[in-house]
């Protein structure tokens, strides 16, 4: 099983429509959770850290569930340019070893 | 102020000949990264230095694959003899320890293709 799993997508979704994507994470002692987001042929870029109660950043939100081990994020009234593959990170046994997701692709059109 | 620096961003090789990857981290970052990025496995840490001492070089996939930083300024990561198998991405990414130490900045990446 992987450490990190995400559903590959792609999510093809309209201007203004509301995404969700989920990530499920192996290691329970993991103690940082963070949403990256990779455009195309571009590098990862931090998008926010998710926190216990949970997040707020503009339109995007993110949610903690460590009994169930799940990590979420909210985008709400999608842009063109939210379109890009994003990524969902944990930390491993030890504060600076990231463990990243394969990504779940999204697509967002006119 | 400038990023993490990576050279080459391209390198296309012989299967058989030595690759280096250079990386300059964002100055004043004591952390760097060494990452492999492929379609099939997605982003692999493959080794991280703290202060320029290596602390895991767990991911690193066979002896064919070295990484030095001799200074804060400065780290290489080595393919010798390269494989097709090593055509990849590789990214660098430097992060200061402290209150957001998890927070990596990637380098724009070395795209490599072995042929």
């Known amino acids: 099983r992987k450490e990190v799993e995400q559903d590959p997508g792609p999510f093809n979704v309209p201007e203004g429509a509301t995404v969700a994507f989920n990530c499920t994470y192996s290691n329970s002692a993991s103690q940082s959770f963070f949403w990256y987001r990779q455009d195309c042929r571009k590098e990862p870029k931090l998008l926010m850290s998710?926190?216990?109660s949970g997040n707020e950043d503009g339109r995007f939100t993110a949610q903690l569930n460590r009994a169930s081990q799940y990590i979420s994020l909210l985008i709400r009234d999608s842009k063109l340019s939210d379109s890009a593959t994003y990524l969902c990170?944990?930390?491993?046994?030890?504060?600076?070893?990231?463990?990243f997701g394969t990504g779940t692709r999204l697509l967002v059109s006119p | 102020d400038a990023g993490v620096i990576q050279s080459p961003r391209h390198e296309v090789t012989e299967m058989g000949q030595e690759v280096t990857l250079r990386c300059k981290p964002i100055s004043g970052h004591n952390s760097l990264f060494w990452y492999r990025q492929t379609m099939m496995r997605g982003l692999e840490l493959l080794i991280y230095?703290?202060?320029?001492?290596?602390?895991?070089d767990s991911g690193m996939p066979e002896d064919r694959f070295s990484a030095k930083m001799p200074n804060a300024s400065f780290s290489t990561l080595k393919i010798q003899p390269s494989e097709p198998r090593d055509s990849a991405v590789y990214f660098c990414?430097?992060?200061?320890?402290?209150?957001?130490?998890?927070?990596?900045?990637f380098g724009p990446g070395t795209r490599l293709l072995v042929l």
């Open positions: 230095f703290n202060n320029n001492v290596p602390i895991d």
């Open positions: 990414a430097s992060s200061l320890s402290g209150r957001n130490q998890e927070t990596q900045y």
């Open positions: 990170v944990v930390n491993k046994s030890g504060f600076q070893k990231l463990v």
């Open positions: 998710v926190y216990s």
